[in-house]
């Protein structure tokens, strides 16, 4: 299944945020959105997760367009993790794993949470009150939330989205890389990820899409070794960067 | 939760009981008529009164994630108290057919709630998210509109009015009685029921609203339902006795400290010990200077003024 982006527009007031993008993200992939601050990159997560209608163009889940869907529709399609994570009541971080599950058995449920939990490192917070967390405790927590979303599906063969808004903010560098690890390893079950990030080594070491967006526009999209280039991204971010292949890592090394 | 119930039920079922006790050394042969004509309304109304304004306030906390959203706080009892006193004024006028007049009271109270938590959510919501500050203060002003408009009706009202409307405006339960009560109860229990249902979604809410949507929430059709119930189950209350304050703010809070946030739990836990701590409130109100009682709504204030400032003072470091 593909995720797509036709033509789509969306401003405040006057002010235009994001200018005619057309892009297909596709299931099996995973694609980071980079730019500097204000390129409109959270917007455009937005709009794909129908939090924001645009202003103009259609966005696609399938063949089926996303602003006719019911929202019970589109829970199925995709999960997205946003940067809030403001809960008020005193709810425990299990607790707050469970509101991920939104169908499927309780035999089921338990298992796909224990992987989770494992994966995510979640094992000494699951009992913990989720606001006594720092922030990138809480993030991870938000992110285990969504892959179980993802996990209450009934098929691990049917397609999946998954939407992450800067993800690793507040993590540490472990946690940063477990998290896009664990990420990768969902692909395999007919999942697309599609991530706003601002780390660029992350972007180069873990995408196998990458869109560059600058005031709204996609300047550049396409696997990491056409994006990366020193003199786009110099050019992009206004400050001198240097892209080299790192021959002992095998992967591109973004200084700045 | 289930001990818990057993011992709130326990404490529900223990008050008249005691309360026959005490009648039996004074009058025994009153006792029947006492406790089936006046005692026993009198509790049931208690009872689902105090569970029912104790759901909507734990609804509504959750509904604005706001710990600090109760009915009477937030000006939706005084909408419901101008709903009743305009019925009481102009009802007469209003020409309405006689088999609708018992009903014209709770009508109008529920429709008078309804109108000022619809304002109240408007309101909150043109302004973007909803904080403490702000709901706070479109409460005080919606309460003070509401006192202005009662103030008004004041002016309008007879001699006979005058005293049903202050009764209305000090909240007692001593005029119930098995026919006043029955519509009451009947509208109370259907929005309690209704909320219950709520309880798992008003989790989902605590994410946030969009994150809530991103689960396959409907949180607009959540909102009106939750508002509407939630309003119409204390209008109920208030049409049959006035306003009681602080029950829909400190029961929720205190079910959340013993059993958690989860709604599932804490609806339910709501309405016992809401009912509990209600009948407890009026047992206070007629035993404290017997055989006069003070308006039940200096007990519940009473305890809950202060309980409410404890909240202010802890939530302050956050």
Redesign the interface.
């Given at each position: 299944m593909s995720y797509r982006i036709d033509d789509v527009s969306f401003s405040i007031g006057s002010l235009p945020i994001v200018r005619d993008v057309t892009y297909a993200f596709e299931t099996g992939s995973m694609c980071s959105i980079i730019g500097p601050n204000g390129a409109g990159k959270t917007t455009l997560l937005k709009l794909m997760s129908g939090e924001l209608n645009p202003g103009k163009g259609q966005i696609y889940l399938g063949h089926r367009p996303l602003i006719g869907l019911p929202l019970k529709e589109r829970a199925k399609l995709r999960a997205v993790m946003t940067q809030n994570s403001v809960v008020v009541f005193d709810f425990l971080v299990d607790e707050i794993l469970e509101m991920g599950w939104i169908s499927g058995s309780l035999e089921r449920f338990n298992q796909s949470r224990s992987k989770v939990v494992r994966e995510c490192e979640l094992e000494d917070l699951v009992d913990r009150k989720f606001n006594s967390l720092s922030g990138g405790e809480q993030q991870r927590v938000q992110f285990a939330r969504a892959l179980l979303q993802i996990m209450s599906r009934a098929e691990d063969d049917e397609d999946h989205f998954l939407l992450l808004d800067e993800p690793t903010a507040n993590m540490d560098v472990a946690h940063e890389l477990n998290l896009l690890k664990v990420s990768r390893e969902i692909l395999k079950e007919s999942v697309g990820v599609v991530v706003v990030l601002h780390d660029l080594n992350l972007a180069a070491r873990f995408s196998d899409q990458i869109i560059l967006m600058d005031s709204g526009c996609v300047v550049a999209s396409g696997e990491p070794e056409e994006v990366l280039s020193g003199k786009i991204l110099s050019d992009v971010y206004s400050t001198p960067i240097r892209v080299e292949r790192h021959e002992e890592l095998g992967r591109l090394v973004v200084y700045s | 939760m289930l001990a818990l119930a057993l011992v709130f039920g326990f404490s529900v079922g223990a008050v008249p009981f005691s309360l026959l006790s005490l009648m039996t050394g004074t009058a025994s042969t009153l006792e029947n008529t006492v406790f089936y004509d006046i005692r026993g309304p009198r509790v049931v109304l208690a009872a689902f009164v105090g569970a029912s304004l104790a759901v909507s306030g734990a609804s509504l906390q959750g509904l604005f994630?706001?710990?600090l959203a109760d009915p009477g706080l937030i000006g939706v009892s005084s909408g419901g108290a101008l709903g009743a006193i305009f019925v009481i004024v102009f009802g007469a006028s209003l020409g309405l057919v006689d088999w609708f007049m018992p009903y014209a009271l709770p009508v109008g109270a529920v429709l008078g709630s309804i109108c000022v938590t619809l304002f109240l959510y408007a309101f909150a919501s043109y302004f973007g998210q909803f904080s403490v500050v702000t709901i706070l203060l479109v409460g005080i002003a919606v309460n003070a509109l509401a006192g202005v408009g009662i103030g008004a009706f004041q002016y309008l009202a007879d001699d006979g009015q005058l005293r049903s409307m202050v009764f209305w405006m000090m909240g007692s339960l001593g005029r119930a009685t098995w026919i006043t009560l029955l519509p009451a109860i009947v509208i109370m229990s259907i929005c309690m029921v209704i909320l219950i249902r709520y309880s798992r979604t008003l989790?989902?809410m605590?994410?946030?609203e969009?994150?809530a949507?991103?689960?396959?929430?409907?949180v607009t059709r959540v909102k009106r339902g939750v508002i509407l119930a939630s309003a119409a189950g204390v209008g109920a209350g208030v049409s049959i006795c006035g306003i009681i304050g602080f029950i829909g703010l400190v029961v929720p809070h205190l079910v959340?400290l013993s059993l958690?946030?989860?709604h599932s739990t804490l609806i339910p836990g709501a309405a016992l010990l809401g009912a509990a701590l209600m009948i407890l409130a009026d047992l206070v109100a007629r035993i404290m200077i017997t055989p006069a009682e003070i308006p039940v709504s200096l007990v519940t204030s009473a305890l809950g003024a202060p309980f409410f400032l404890w909240l202010i003072a802890r939530s302050r470091p956050v």
């Open positions: - | 994630r706001n710990p989790d989902l605590q994410l946030g969009h994150e949507e991103f689960l396959g929430v409907d959340r958690g946030p989860s």
